[in-house]
């Protein structure tokens, strides 16, 4: 059933035992789940089945740090969230991304990658995915690794006739929580706005919060605040240890053969190091897109470099006479290290329309993910001369340590961490199942959760975590 008001909900006397704050990918996962098994939950979705810019408004916010995107564009608020653009690239984190890095603090999760893997199954029929293809060493450091492009699936437009037929699963558009009362052990309640007006209270006895990266801090910021630590009662952590996936163009490469390298549908491929690389060279986990650049750019990168590279130019020339190769770009993203000082705060100066303060987000990238950047390209540029395959070409932003470019593409749009997880109560916000630590009723689902980010897009992993969670759930709550 899909209500497009709190007020029409009200009169079809649904009674829910669950609330999910939050329509997305993590949102409609888990209540989809629970409806399955039987449990009667209700979805209360902020914004409506379409975009609107009375409804983004409420995403405004400050950044404090280095440039990041406006924050009411970052993400979107209607009905499916930010799968509404979404690009629809997969990978699920690896391994090693759960282990903690002995190199780098506040790293390792409560749960390993097999704890997530027998829902991946389950994920591939939701985001419409081919099985994953294993990783394949290209030399002891630089493996090919597999991105898939799903048809970047619209939650509300591939689960909505779902959704309003179901008996027990209730979506209740245009409604929001402003505010979750608790009393230092459970939810006892929250407050609603709904079609710009306050809405009054309402109960449920589990509640999960999946506003998204973001707004999961936020909401629990301010609930908190207002129940003086009644909904959050251990929130050393929380707001903190924010993250995304810098995302920059490194540099070029020339291939002796493009050919020795799988490629996507779009002459694309990937690559990351391996485990030992990133110990032995003290680094983060991070992804290099290969993409092809036409012909003529080849010959201007030669001329180029014939004045400062001289013998990776004739290198080049040679290989592009004996097979005219193209050359490739090469974009990075990379794991950015969970650090408590990038946080989300809460504006002292600035409020929404329901009167919940905007966020004040303070990110800002260390000297680790620099040097990731850095020694990534360069591990890459090492493999391509011994196994002969090619040369790489780094930026000079990159190799001179000058500031980042604000013209670049800066960041994936992947909003992690926030509300962690984790067994030290003083460094993570949720327990290996999500649940608030001290809370009785509190979940929190989707990427705030994510302790370390790993250098994949994240919505994979979010969704098996949601998984997993409503398959928890549904043996949690009673009907």
Not at 87 to 105: H, I, N, S, T
Not at 148 to 167: N, T, W
Not at 290 to 301: A, C, D, F, N, Q
Request: glycine residues 8%; hydrophobic residues 40%.
């Amino acid at each position: 059933m899909i209500f497009d008001s709190y007020e029409a909900y009200r009169a079809a006397n649904f009674t829910p035992k669950v609330c999910i704050l939050g329509s997305g990918p993590a949102g409609t996962t888990v209540a989809r789940k629970l409806g399955a098994a039987g449990i009667p939950v209700v979805v209360l979705e902020a914004g409506s089945r379409e975009f609107s810019d009375e409804s983004q408004d409420f995403y405004r916010g400050t950044t404090v740090g280095d440039f990041y995107f406006d924050l009411d564009i970052t993400r979107l608020r209607f009905m499916g969230g930010s799968s509404n653009h979404w690009a629809g690239w997969c990978r699920v984190l690896d391994k090693q991304d759960f282990e903690p890095k002995a190199w780098v603090p506040d790293t390792g999760w409560p749960i390993r990658r097999t704890d997530i893997e027998p829902y991946l199954p389950e994920v591939r029929d939701i985001l419409d995915l081919p099985a994953f293809r294993p990783d394949m060493p290209i030399s002891d450091d630089i493996r090919w690794v597999q991105l898939i492009k799903s048809p970047a699936v619209r939650f509300a437009e591939k689960f909505g006739d779902e959704l309003d037929k179901a008996g027990n699963i209730a979506v209740v558009l245009n409604t929001c929580v402003t505010e979750l009362v608790g009393d230092g052990k459970r939810v006892t309640g929250a407050r609603l706005w709904s079609n710009g007006q306050d809405a009054g209270s309402f109960s449920a006895d589990y509640f999960i919060v999946c506003t998204g990266g973001l707004e999961n801090s936020r909401l629990l910021l301010w609930s908190n605040q207002r129940s003086n630590g009644g909904v959050v009662p251990n929130a050393a952590a929380l707001g903190r240890y924010w993250m995304e996936h810098p995302t920059f163009e490194g540099g070029n490469a020339i291939l002796a053969d493009y050919n020795a390298f799988e490629v996507d549908a779009v002459n694309e491929a990937f690559f990351s190091p391996t485990l030992a690389a990133m110990e032995r060279l003290q680094i983060m986990n991070f992804g290099i897109r290969l993409i092809e650049t036409p012909y003529p750019g080849v010959k201007s990168l030669i001329a180029d470099l014939a004045c400062t590279a001289p013998s990776m130019a004739e290198w080049m020339s040679y290989q592009l006479s004996q097979r005219l190769r193209c050359a490739a770009q090469l974009y990075v993203a990379w794991e950015q290290a969970p650090l408590a000082s990038n946080q989300i705060e809460l504006s002292k100066t600035d409020v929404d329309h329901a009167g919940v303060p905007r966020i004040e987000l303070h990110w800002k990238k260390s000297e680790l993910e620099h040097r990731t950047l850095l020694e990534g390209l360069r591990l890459f540029g090492t493999t391509l001369i011994e196994k002969n395959l090619g040369r790489v070409r780094i930026a000079d932003w990159i190799s001179n340590g000058q500031d980042y470019p604000t013209n670049d593409e800066t960041a994936g749009h992947h909003h992690m961490g926030g509300t962690r997880m984790g067994t030290d109560i003083s460094k993570s916000v949720v327990d290996a199942n999500c649940k608030v630590h001290g809370m009785d009723n509190l979940y929190v689902g989707g990427s705030s959760v994510f302790c370390t980010s790993g250098q994949c897009n994240p919505t994979t992993t979010i969704t098996a975590l949601a998984c997993r969670l409503g398959d928890h759930l549904s043996k949690v709550v009673t009907v």
